[in-house]
């Protein structure tokens, strides 16, 4: 008996080509085309916004190569952010980071217009500390001036004598001429200063909540499963840490060691979105928490290749936000410091959850 014939199945429609296929080209190592697909029509509206409202987005290095690399005008760490709010030119500023960096953006710029995309995105140092702290701590300590990190909130900041960052923390202690400061909030970066300088430091006990989970004994252990990884610390991690480690310094710095020295294999202690802006210059292994990236990705270190963990909702939530803020759709306030020292004019829009978990940790944005 015959059988008919099989029918032939129906050949696949052609695939069309991707949108925006240039700014794609930066990312495409990071976010696959399916997940393009999805975040260019935001993307492109983005820029268009920008454009009429002459607008210019400010990114901090921890952010996700889809913003990094797309839709920032300007990138760097928050010294380089605060300056090159100073010198733009355009009316409105967008600041993709937290919450201290739009307060200092402000600052400079009393007459622009600057916004956030979700006043949640905080700090856990700047949360560890208030300006009422602050002047508690002249009072135990009279006349010895109070050095404040970058991380903390235009209160505590005005309470202060002067400010720094961890790139030029120790320029500052030493500046002063003084044989005693106070060094606030983060007691592991006044720690590791105080190793480096003369000057006595008197700490606050600050922490990030990023930096604080790594160990000295990951460390070694990391080096005894894979010899010769160059390890790259910021420092916000504890002391213990840092003298495990090859390099020790800001985003930027860390950045710039892994453009200049080029490490066949290295692991950066810090927020996770830092693997991606390094990847293009060396085969860089993120270190959000070395326990569960060592379960996710145990070959990556040496594979020159790491899965990107974007989250597509979390990005569509953050376009979506950028985008309600350059269109004009938002509640316009004002927040005042507790201290009544700062006041900056930020625009307030529904907000979500902006942190992803990964493995049952929490990833900072």
């Known amino acids: 008996m015959l059988h008919p014939p099989t029918p032939r199945a129906a050949p696949n429609p052609p695939v069309p080509p991707l949108p925006l296929p240039e700014l794609y080209s930066r990312v495409e190592r990071h976010v696959p085309p399916f997940e393009w697909r999805i975040l260019a029509d935001d993307i492109a509206a983005i820029l268009k916004l920008k454009r009429e409202k002459n607008a210019v987005i400010l990114a901090h290095n921890y952010q996700t190569p889809d913003i990094y690399h797309t839709v920032a005008d300007i990138v760097g760490d928050s010294l380089a952010l605060a300056r090159e709010a100073v010198r733009t030119d355009a009316e409105v500023i967008v600041l993709a980071g937290v919450h201290f960096m739009a307060e200092t953006a402000k600052l400079l710029n009393p007459e622009k217009t600057v916004l956030i995309p979700d006043l949640e995105a905080g700090c856990s140092l700047a949360s560890s500390i208030t300006a009422e ?25 005005a309470e202060s004598d002067i400010c720094c960052t961890s790139g030029n923390a120790k320029k500052i202690v030493e500046g002063l001429g003084v ?25 606050w006990m600050g922490h990030c909540e990023v930096h604080e989970r790594f160990t000295a004994d ?6 005894a499963t894979h010899p010769g990884v160059t390890v790259l610390a910021h420092p916000e991690c504890p002391p213990e840490v840092v003298a495990e480690c090859d390099f020790t310094g800001s985003t930027a710095a860390m950045a710039d060691y892994v453009g200049q020295r080029r490490p066949s294999r290295v692991v950066l202690l810090t927020e996770c979105s830092m693997r991606r802006r390094s990847i293009g210059e060396s085969s860089v292994q993120p270190k959000a928490s070395m326990r569960s990236t060592e379960r996710r990705a145990p ?31 938002r509640l316009q306030g004002r927040t005042k410091s507790r201290s009544g020292y700062c006041s900056a004019t930020l625009s307030l829009i529904e907000h979500s959850v902006s942190s992803t978990t990964r493995l049952g940790r929490r990833c900072p944005t």
Request: one cysteine or more; aromatic letters at 6%.
């Open 218 to 223: 990951d460390i070694r252990d990391l080096r």
């Open 133 to 157: 702290d602050v002047r508690l701590m002249r009072a135990r300590h009279p006349g010895v001036p109070i050095v404040t990190y970058v991380n903390t909130s235009a209160a505590v900041k």
């Open 299 to 329: 070959s990556a270190i040496s594979g020159g290749t790491v899965t990107s963990w974007l989250i597509v909702s979390r990005a569509r939530r953050i376009f979506g936000k950028v985008m309600r803020f350059m269109c004009g759709h």
């Open 179 to 203: 044989p005693k400061v106070i060094m606030l909030p983060d007691e592991y970066l006044a720690r590791n200063i105080a190793a480096q300088t003369e000057v006595e430091i008197i700490a």
